[in-house]
């Protein structure tokens, strides 16, 4: 009987639980997309480039496991990572 409920209890937990490789990956698109911004008005240095390579990369990294995900389970996993 516990065995059972204790069951339940992990499957019910792992369900509402965040992705946190997925709330990194939005954190890092948003970091990217805010540095890129700023070029809207002026062009990047060498060094400015050099950031952004970085940037891409963190995200490119970060994102990997979410390139075939579908839009609705896209919006879920970001709610999840905003209410949490």
Partial sequence: MYKY???????????????????????????LNNET?????????????????E???LKNDACKNYTEMGGDEMRKRKEDCENN
């Fill in 5 to 31: 409920a204790l069951i339940i209890l992990l499957i019910c937990a792992s369900c509402s639980s965040k992705d946190e490789q997925f709330c990194e990956c939005l954190s890092a698109g948003e970091n």
């Fill in 55 to 57: 940037l891409k990369k």
């Fill in 37 to 53: 911004q700023q070029f809207f008005d002026k062009a990047p240095t060498d060094e400015d480039q050099k950031r952004i390579q």
